[in-house]
């Protein structure tokens, strides 16, 4: 079938292209030879899926082959709720027509568009990514007109573009939502509404606040959030113990002096890691009673170091150092408590809140190939910087 004037001649692809090419389903394809156009005709077709289809890259034509210079595809008036993608085959189309469909949103144009029609459907918003490509494209001829637009600050770049480039043919038709209000001459579509900004006024107001009083009670404010078990990622150990003056308080007995000034001590204060240790005979004040310099030594401290030997369970001073020990421990609800066992010592023996607290402990036993490991790991951690930081063992 062929029309009187060059211009308008055209023909079904069945009669130019092989058997084996198919046009989308409910579509008709034809071929205009005087501008090389490949055209897929899917209009008021009722379709509410974008056809996929491929386009032919030439036509055949008797021993020669006739490069297809432009795809046109028209999609007019149906039930589309969303442009085409990718992957649907229309990388090649250069004039698009979408008009009169129900299309909400649109994410991708052919890159090598020139005309594209998207006036009377339900678009309220094109985001910057689809705007940046209409800027890089090669359009003609672009319409908008008859969609709900919102007139918001997301709408600031749509007008920028409708403002800067007259290939948008009906900016006359580009509206707000609602109103008669053209998106071009649109001044205000942006101002910060005064209900929002008195909110964030109040919520900085609150914020500030809340601030100062932390500021304020920090300390306070985060020892009772650590003895309720409250945000406990919020509330470190380190932070609890900062005001504390040792790090460990050795609790031993005398008859032990040997064994704790010339080996653990010094391991303790001059080691790898130095600890600041409380011992009896070095920081304790002459004159002061002993219950109040051993509730003192343990108050200040991060940590007590018990050494349970044979001499410590003859003595009553180291006793009652244990019992104020654990007692603090108990009141803070942290193991501050670490236990020493130093040589032969027959745990029956051991009785009352001793026995008990070694039963649900683990503690550590003089002469274990890890005992120093197991020491350090007890004791109140470094950090980068050789200071304290404490851990709850």
Same mark, same amino acid.
């Given at each position: 079938?062929? =029309?009187? $004037?060059?211009?308008?001649?055209?023909?079904?692809?069945? +009669?130019?292209?092989?058997?084996?090419? =198919?046009?989308?389903?409910?579509? =008709?394809?034809?071929?205009?030879?005087?501008?090389?156009?490949?055209?897929?005709?899917?209009?008021?077709?009722?379709?509410?899926?974008?056809?996929?289809? +491929?386009?032919?890259?030439?036509?055949?034509?008797?021993?020669?082959?006739?490069?297809?210079?432009?795809?046109?595809?028209?999609?007019?008036?149906?039930?589309?709720?969303?442009?085409?993608?990718?992957?649907? @085959?229309?990388?090649?189309?250069?004039?698009?027509?979408?008009?009169?469909?129900?299309?909400?949103?649109?994410?991708?144009?052919?890159?090598? !568009?020139?005309?594209?029609?998207?006036?009377?459907?339900?678009?309220?918003?094109?985001?910057?990514?689809?705007?940046?490509?209409?800027?890089?494209?090669?359009?003609?001829?672009?319409?908008?007109?008859?969609?709900?637009?919102?007139?918001?600050?997301?709408?600031?770049?749509?007008?920028?573009?409708?403002? @800067?480039?007259?290939?948008?043919?009906?900016?006359?038709?580009?509206?707000?939502? @609602?109103?008669?209000?053209?998106?071009? %001459?649109?001044?205000?579509?942006?101002?910060?509404?005064?209900?929002?900004?008195?909110?964030?006024?109040?919520?900085?107001?609150?914020?500030?606040?809340?601030?100062?009083?932390? %500021?304020?009670?920090?300390?306070?404010?985060?020892?009772?959030?650590?003895?309720?078990?409250?945000?406990?990622?919020?509330?470190?150990?380190?932070?609890?113990?900062?005001?504390?003056?040792?790090?460990?308080?050795?609790?031993? +007995?005398?008859?032990?002096?040997?064994?704790?000034?010339?080996?653990?001590?010094?391991?303790?204060?001059? @080691?790898?890691?130095?600890?600041?240790?409380?011992?009896?005979?070095?920081?304790? !004040?002459?004159?002061?009673?002993?219950?109040?310099?051993?509730? $003192?030594?343990?108050?200040?401290?991060?940590?007590?170091?018990?050494?349970?030997?044979?001499?410590?369970?003859?003595?009553?001073?180291?006793?009652?150092?244990?019992?104020?020990?654990?007692?603090?421990?108990?009141?803070?609800?942290?193991?501050?408590? !670490?236990?020493?066992?130093?040589?032969?010592?027959?745990? =029956?023996?051991?009785?009352?809140?001793? +026995?008990?607290?070694?039963?649900? $402990?683990?503690? !550590?036993?003089?002469?274990?190939?890890?005992?120093?490991?197991?020491?350090?790991?007890?004791?109140? %951690?470094?950090?980068?910087?050789?200071?304290?930081?404490?851990?709850?063992?």
């Amino acid at each position: 079938m062929m =029309t009187k $004037t060059k211009e308008n001649i055209y023909y079904p692809m069945s +009669s130019v292209m092989d058997e084996g090419y =198919t046009c989308p389903i409910n579509c =008709t394809c034809f071929w205009y030879p005087f501008n090389l156009t490949f055209i897929v005709d899917c209009s008021n077709r009722k379709l509410k899926k974008i056809p996929r289809f +491929s386009a032919p890259n030439y036509i055949p034509k008797k021993r020669e082959k006739i490069e297809v210079k432009n795809v046109k595809v028209d999609l007019q008036n149906n039930n589309l709720v969303e442009g085409p993608f990718q992957h649907d @085959g229309y990388d090649n189309v250069t004039v698009l027509i979408l008009s009169g469909n129900k299309i909400e949103n649109v994410s991708w144009i052919p890159p090598k !568009i020139q005309y594209l029609y998207l006036d009377h459907n339900n678009i309220s918003f094109l985001n910057e990514q689809l705007i940046d490509s209409l800027y890089g494209s090669s359009l003609k001829s672009l319409k908008l007109g008859e969609n709900p637009f919102i007139c918001d600050c997301t709408t600031i770049k749509l007008k920028e573009y409708l403002s @800067g480039n007259i290939q948008v043919i009906d900016k006359q038709n580009v509206k707000c939502d @609602g109103t008669n209000l053209q998106i071009i %001459h649109a001044n205000n579509i942006c101002t910060f509404p005064w209900v929002i900004l008195l909110v964030l006024v109040f919520l900085l107001f609150i914020i500030s606040l809340f601030l100062a009083c932390y %500021h304020k009670w920090k300390k306070y404010i985060k020892i009772w959030l650590y003895y309720k078990g409250w945000l406990l990622w919020f509330v470190t150990e380190e932070e609890l113990d900062k005001d504390k003056v040792y790090d460990v308080f050795l609790s031993f +007995s005398e008859k032990d002096d040997d064994f704790v000034l010339r080996t653990l001590l010094p391991e303790l204060e001059s @080691g790898q890691n130095p600890y600041k240790v409380c011992v009896h005979y070095r920081d304790w !004040i002459p004159g002061v009673l002993i219950t109040e310099q051993v509730i $003192t030594s343990v108050r200040d401290s991060r940590r007590t170091l018990v050494i349970v030997s044979k001499n410590f369970l003859e003595s009553c001073w180291t006793k009652m150092e244990f019992r104020t020990a654990y007692t603090q421990a108990l009141t803070e609800g942290r193991n501050r408590v !670490i236990v020493l066992v130093y040589g032969e010592v027959d745990m =029956t023996q051991i009785d009352g809140d001793l +026995s008990a607290y070694m039963k649900m $402990t683990t503690y !550590i036993k003089w002469g274990d190939p890890w005992f120093w490991k197991k020491m350090l790991y007890a004791l109140p %951690h470094k950090n980068g910087n050789n200071q304290i930081r404490t851990t709850t063992v």
